[in-house]
């Protein structure tokens, strides 16, 4: 977009804060991070009805998953700058851009397991019931997400 602020309205994310281009931050706007990390534990204790013990708990679960994803997004920022530091097309260029590509296949596969050990943490904390009832939650979230990428990706196709 002429403006640089691309399709998103120009919110990108730095140094562990949102910035806008023109300047302004917002502290706490992370992945399931600060803001963002607190409604989806408010909303998981007003939905669950969670002891004050739970939700304790949950909150040390997703503080230390936000705490180990700060040291890989960090090192893919530090690829990404070698890689704009060399002539694109280059052979050590091309190099690097797969190197980036199987570090960023690894992280996911990781960020995959660490998800699935989050949620078996969370669902040792909750009641038989309450498992039943976020696995619910979870379905219907992924369902919304789902929906959402559709309308998306239709939002973009210009075929016809």
């Given at each position: 977009m002429a403006d640089g602020k691309g399709e998103?309205?120009?919110?990108?994310?730095?140094?562990?804060?949102?910035?806008?281009?023109?300047?302004?931050?917002?502290?706490?706007?992370?992945?399931?991070?600060?803001?963002?990390?607190?409604?989806?534990?408010?909303?998981m204790t007003k939905s669950l009805?969670?002891?004050?013990a739970q939700e304790s708990a949950i909150k040390d679960?997703?503080?230390?998953?936000?705490?180990?994803?700060?040291?890989?997004?960090?090192?893919?920022?530090?690829?990404?700058?070698?890689l704009e530091q060399l002539e694109s097309g280059s052979d050590a260029y091309i190099a690097?851009?797969?190197?980036i590509g199987t570090l960023q296949g690894q992280a996911m596969?990781?960020?995959l397991i660490d998800q699935a050990n989050i949620e078996a943490q969370i669902k040792d904390v909750l009641t038989?019931?309450?498992?039943?009832?976020?696995?619910?939650?979870?379905?219907?979230?992924a369902d919304k997400r789902a929906e959402h990428m559709e309308?998306?990706?239709?939002?973009g196709d210009h075929s016809n």
């Amino acid at each position: 977009m002429a403006d640089g602020k691309g399709e998103h309205g120009g919110w990108g994310k730095m140094g562990g804060k949102a910035c806008h281009q023109d300047g302004g931050e917002q502290e706490g706007y992370g992945h399931k991070g600060g803001k963002k990390g607190d409604m989806m534990i408010g909303h998981m204790t007003k939905s669950l009805d969670l002891t004050d013990a739970q939700e304790s708990a949950i909150k040390d679960v997703m503080k230390g998953q936000h705490k180990g994803a700060s040291g890989g997004h960090q090192a893919m920022a530090a690829q990404l700058l070698e890689l704009e530091q060399l002539e694109s097309g280059s052979d050590a260029y091309i190099a690097k851009a797969k190197a980036i590509g199987t570090l960023q296949g690894q992280a996911m596969g990781q960020r995959l397991i660490d998800q699935a050990n989050i949620e078996a943490q969370i669902k040792d904390v909750l009641t038989p019931e309450q498992v039943e009832q976020y696995q619910e939650m979870r379905s219907e979230m992924a369902d919304k997400r789902a929906e959402h990428m559709e309308k998306r990706g239709k939002k973009g196709d210009h075929s016809n």
